[in-house]
């Protein structure tokens, strides 16, 4: 049999024990609104769902909702498959390459709020409903002014969910145990306070009872999230195999690494709500995200933007081809671990270490095809949020000195008749710079000034005196420019500029 001659995934196409699970679960009462249909929930928080509930800890079902009327494909291709898709889990754990199935029906509603308006506002009423989850994207969780016309839908995700908790509030007239958890997954920092601002102003917008926003501020928890898993999505390369050899097709089919991590700043009290961590996942109940969010910033993200413009100039492609090049894998590794990680101003550090290891292991991920092109997308923005507090830390580290020389190497570059940015590897083929204009513009014409500077030093003087593009004085870090040209002179970047 090949993958043509399947037939496509439905209950019918489940084993009876898998069968039995599904109609549990669409008995299931309506415990969780899901506002996002694509692939990092579904490879995320859906899959935590359906790992509570095969343990026999978690009882409820989700309503599935889409954001935007763009996400009615999706929603309509679950539609055809009875809700249920396949996540492929695929990437090394604890050195060991591994490579599971999980069969996922958690879904026991699927509405379009775009066509199904009135369905929507409904859920609201469902009396054992407790959580709302969402990723709508970070351009998804903002206020934008729109009009409310009744029967008709509004189109941001916050004015949605505001009008849903005024069904409830309506309903079940203001009771403070009908409160929901929000937990929007969107990121951004502070996303949880960033929704429930948004929902207050929709509801002052809309003229609804200032007792309802009392019932929103104090009988509904926005608690703030962090949220760590790269789910890959559909396989094309391996899915008409894999489709063969399981028996049907899955239009739905979703991948990811073993990794993950959901922290949420709440009580560790509300895992009786959500069993996440009871069901042995990979979740944080905290008191202060920070921690995670330094972590995860300065390390995962950080480690990004340190191999990203060199290996970029040295004419490498992805992650993973990054950490297999022998010197510039060990580069990364050092840096990290002799660096970053002393410079993070977090406790436990034998903590630090081990979720930098986990990082180095996800880089390698050989199911993971991870663009260098793509981090390098507003590099100056992230080396200073990522790198800059590391490097000031100790300006006499060499690897994050040499990561900074190359990402000011990497910013030499001369605008087109459009007024896109090209730079050039060391082997002189082209790439484009897409960042800040204004960034773009004064880095490229400090570097036009390089036959008017007596020598490296004094180029390096004059990037890292660009105030407007560090928002600091940089020359001010004692020795920074003259180990900058050092290190240009090491990685042979001064070889190469014409």
């Known amino acids: 049999m ?25 008995d299931s009462p309506v415990t969780i609104v899901q ?82 308006w009135a369905e929507f506002l409904a859920l609201g009423e469902e009396p054992q409903l407790q959580v709302v989850v969402s990723n709508t994207t970070e351009a998804g969780l903002v206020y934008t002014p729109e009009a409310v016309e009744e029967g008709k839908p509004v189109l941001s995700y916050p004015g949605k969910l505001t009008l849903l908790l005024y069904r409830r509030f309506v309903k079940f007239k203001g009771e403070p145990e009908k409160g929901l958890l929000l937990l929007p997954c969107e990121l951004l920092e502070g996303n949880g306070d960033l929704l429930r601002e948004c929902v207050l102003r929709y509801a002052r917008d809309w003229g609804l009872p200032e007792e309802f926003l009392a019932w ?102 992805h992650v993973r081809e990054v950490m297999e090049h022998e010197e510039l894998g060990a580069f990364v590794r050092s840096t990290v671990m002799n660096e970053i990680i002393p410079a993070v101003a977090l406790p436990a550090k034998e903590e630090l270490t081990s979720y930098a290891e986990s990082v180095l292991e996800r880089f390698l991920n050989p199911f993971i095809e ?56 060391f082997e002189g083929k082209r790439y484009e710079l897409k960042d800040d204009q204004a960034v773009l513009e004064a880095l490229a014409a400090c570097w036009s000034r390089q036959e008017e500077l007596v020598s490296p030093v004094e180029l390096a003087s004059a990037l890292l005196g660009l ?14 420019a003259e180990a900058i040209a050092a ?12």
């Open 2 to 26: 090949n993958a043509n001659e399947v037939g496509a995934l439905s209950r019918s196409s489940l084993t009876r024990e898998q069968q039995e699970q599904y109609d549990l679960m669409m």
């Open 35 to 116: 506002i996002g249909e694509g692939n990092f929930l579904r490879g995320f928080f859906d899959w935590m769902v359906h790992v509570m509930r095969q343990q026999g800890l978690y009882s409820g079902s989700i309503a599935l909702c889409q954001p935007r009327p763009s996400g009615r494909a999706k929603l309509e291709r679950l539609r055809g498959q009875h809700g249920i898709y396949n996540l492929v889990t695929r990437g090394f754990e604890s050195g060991e390459q591994v490579e599971r199935r999980d069969t996922i029906s958690v879904f026991s509603k699927l509405i379009d709020p775009y066509t199904e």
């Open 216 to 317: 929103v501020s104090s009988h509904n928890r926005f608690l703030n999230t962090l949220v760590d898993r790269i789910v890959t999505g559909y396989p094309e390369r391996e899915a008409d195999g894999w489709f063969a050899e399981w028996g049907y097709s899955d239009t739905a089919l979703v991948t990811a690494e073993p990794y993950h991590l959901f922290a949420i700043e709440g009580e560790p009290e509300l895992d009786h709500l959500l069993p996440l961590v009871k069901a042995g996942l990979e979740v944080k109940w905290t008191p202060d995200l920070a921690a995670y969010r330094i972590r995860k910033v300065r390390l995962l993200n950080g480690a990004h933007t340190l191999m990203t413009p060199l290996s970029i100039l040295r004419g490498l492609t």
């Open 370 to 425: 991870h663009k260098l092109e793509a981090i390098a997308m507003n590099s100056v923005s992230k080396f200073k949020a990522r790198l800059l507090p590391s490097l000031l830390h100790d300006p006499s580290q060499q690897g994050l000195v040499c990561g900074f020389a190359a990402l000011l190497r990497y910013y030499q570059s001369s605008a087109d008749a459009d007024g896109r940015y090209w730079g050039r590897t």
């Open 467 to 480: 105030h407007a593009v560090w928002g600091t004085d940089l020359t001010q870090v004692v020795g920074l």
């Open 487 to 498: 290190a240009w002179d090491e990685i042979g970047a001064m070889e190469q500029v014409q």
